[in-house]
């Protein structure tokens, strides 16, 4: 028993290393790989030069075709993305603005429940999560997230700026900013792969909240609410199914299963304790059972 104790000692602290190792650095997916978030049933749209406020790289722009936000997951992260008129970080340098999604949990439209921004006004700059539990601003993308964050990234390896593909909406080429964010820390605040959420994606001159151009939403009809431009209900993961996912996996989770482990191998360990633990009990006879009591 004693070489059992010692060696199921040392698994289990194996197992324990493996698990509090820190994932690897994002790996942004392939094109083919990104699912459209949606306004309504249909993918997510914006009109391009909508809010005189807010153009350049703070005008979320895209059509059916070419649309305005996606997500894509691995073993690891959550991915987002937003399509802008221009470049949000010209020269490698985020500029002095923030672009994300709000996201809806509890299934009222009217609310957010958790903002993923890119936030370039910090100064360095960084990726964040912010929880939203307490309404003061109602039906509006521009109510304030609690602070301080429940996790940050830093924006030089979880964030990026790439020329985005298809259309050129207003003539000028567009830009997509790319964001990750870590599925333990969704998973730790409510969002786990299969969770249903409604979104709304925008861009901002605040930290912790969207007050610029707001996705799904024409801004010459007047101000947008969030019951008014909240898309469709999709699995947070486009790879557990649903409605923008083709229905049970469109191939945009890269890799992994929805119950991985970061570090991997966790699971083979434990089959390994398990198969040592029968092992040895077959070992011990009767004789050696009665001396053992």
């Known amino acids: 028993m004693r070489q059992l104790s010692i060696t199921l000692a040392i698994v289990v602290g194996t197992v324990a290393v493996a698990r509090a190792a820190p994932p690897p650095p994002p790996a942004f997916p392939a094109d083919s790989l990104w699912v459209p978030f949606h306004c309504g ?6 009109p391009q030069g909508d809010d005189a406020m807010f153009l350049g790289d703070l005008d979320v722009v895209g059509d059916a075709a070419d649309p305005a936000g996606f997500h894509a997951s691995d073993a690891n992260y959550l991915y987002l993305r937003i399509r802008l008129d221009a470049d949000p970080a010209p020269n ?8 994300g999604y ?5 299934n009222n439209p009217a609310t957010y429940e958790l903002l993923l921004i ?7 700059g960084m990726v964040a999560m912010y929880a939203n539990t307490t309404t003061t601003i109602a039906d509006s993308s521009t109510d304030p997230a609690n602070t301080p ?3 940050t990234y830093p924006v030089a390896t979880f964030a990026r700026s790439i020329p985005a593909g298809g259309a050129t909406f207003g003539g000028t080429p567009d830009f997509f900013l790319d964001f990750a964010v870590a599925w333990p820390d969704l998973i730790a605040h409510g969002v786990d792969r299969a969770t249903s959420v409604r979104v709304w994606a925008g861009s901002s001159n605040a930290v912790i909240d969207l007050d610029g151009d707001l996705a799904c939403h024409d801004d010459t009809m007047g101000a947008p609410t969030l019951d008014g431009t909240a898309s469709a209900p999709d699995p947070a993961d486009p790879g557990a199914g649903g409605p923008g996912s083709g229905g ?18 966790g699971g083979l360990v434990i089959l390994a304790v398990f198969a040592l633990m029968i092992g040895r009990r077959r070992r011990i006879t009767p004789r050696a059972r009665a001396r053992s009591r």
């Open 41 to 46: 049933a249909g993918p997510m749209t914006d």
């Open 92 to 99: 490698g340098t985020l500029g002095s603005a923030a672009w």
């Open 102 to 106: 709000e996201f809806d949990l509890d």
């Open 118 to 124: 890119v936030d370039g006004i910090t100064p360095g």
């Open 149 to 151: 964050a429940l996790a």
């Open 248 to 265: 049970g996996g469109s191939g945009a989770e890269l890799v992994g299963g929805e119950r991985c482990q970061v570090g991997g191998g």
